[in-house]
């Protein structure tokens, strides 16, 4: 009987173990209002193709031959992306015409969201060749090809206020999983308390927005992939909606030149003083009226005269 009751102690103590490693694995993955690639900070993973073009010192290319190229565009983003949304084109030497002749800047097709329960990613081809190799060789020689993409597409968070005058009612304005995948992020919420005047009431808030992905945003689309000049500044457009409707949030930011960020000091106003508490309430940040420009990591090819 004893061995039993040590043995069933034993199971119950395993059981325990085993259901708060599921615990913590399910929090990870799935915690905020984005689950699959939550943190990340690129919204669209663009790379060539594994053989298109083939990266291979022994299988190298010839003069006069056409080199496939093709981009791997893949969405991380929850819904879907529309059909001329991102762009691409190669840059550097394989982009000037008489080194690689061929080259296109492509408009992609729809890019499909993932799917949400497994976290799967679709993916979607764009062909920027064949380019073919125009100058005359003497000995086997290697280039690079690199390219870049552009993206448009709003940049939602979803993050919390809390209408309160205590300050232990005040939770987390933006925990983990609020922002998507994505270079432009809101980095920080801060509130202050209510302040209660008569029978009108009133919450000031800080909301700190930062490009912090590798790539450049642009004015849009159509300004992609052109020169920009040194001391260039980021633009974009906030808009804020919460509860309560009056506030003078929505607003065109400029971040700065070294630290690529801004902190957007507004006030939300016409808030009801007989119903403040502790409950967290739903905010949601937009951001929009910009393109996002990434470069794609490059591969080397070798030619052969």
């Not at 565009?73 to 550097?92: C, F, Q, S, T, Y």
């Not at 270079?183 to 302040?195: C, P």
Request: net charge negative; hydrophobic share 35%.
């Amino acid at each position: 009987m004893r061995l039993k009751k040590e043995y069933i102690f034993i199971i119950f103590l395993l059981g325990i173990l085993f259901i708060s490693g599921c615990g913590g694995e399910v929090e990870t993955t799935t915690e905020g209002y984005y689950g699959c690639f939550s943190g990340d900070t690129t919204m669209i993973d663009a790379y060539f193709y594994e053989y298109a073009p083939l990266s291979s010192s022994d299988s190298p290319y010839q003069a006069g031959e056409e080199i496939d190229i093709e981009v791997i565009l893949e969405n991380k983003m929850p819904e879907d992306i529309d059909a001329g949304d991102v762009k691409v084109r190669l840059k550097g030497d394989s982009a000037i015409d008489s080194i690689f002749s061929g080259a296109k800047l492509v408009s992609s097709g729809e890019l499909f969201g993932i799917d949400k329960d497994t976290c799967t990613v679709a993916e979607e081809e764009v062909e920027l060749g064949p380019i073919v190799y125009e100058q005359d060789l003497t000995t086997e020689i290697t280039k690079e090809i690199a390219g870049l993409y552009c993206y448009d597409h709003d940049v939602e968070i979803h993050g919390f206020l809390y209408f309160t005058e205590e300050t232990s009612d005040v939770g987390n304005n933006l925990p983990a999983g609020s922002n998507p995948p994505s270079g432009v992020q809101v980095t920080m919420i801060e509130q202050n308390l209510i302040d209660v005047n008569d029978d009108t009431a009133e919450m000031r808030i800080k909301i700190y927005i930062a490009n912090v992905g590798t790539g450049t945003i642009v004015e849009s689309l159509d300004e992609c992939f052109e020169y920009r000049e040194l001391g260039y500044r980021e633009t974009l457009h906030m808009e804020v909606d919460t509860a309560y409707e009056d506030s003078d949030c929505d607003q065109d930011i400029r971040l700065g030149t070294d630290d690529r960020m801004e902190i957007i000091t507004c006030e939300i106003t016409g808030i009801d003083p007989d119903n403040l508490g502790p409950q967290a309430s739903e905010m949601t940040i937009t951001l929009s009226e910009f393109a996002y420009e990434d470069e794609i990591a490059s591969v080397d090819i070798w030619l052969e005269p």
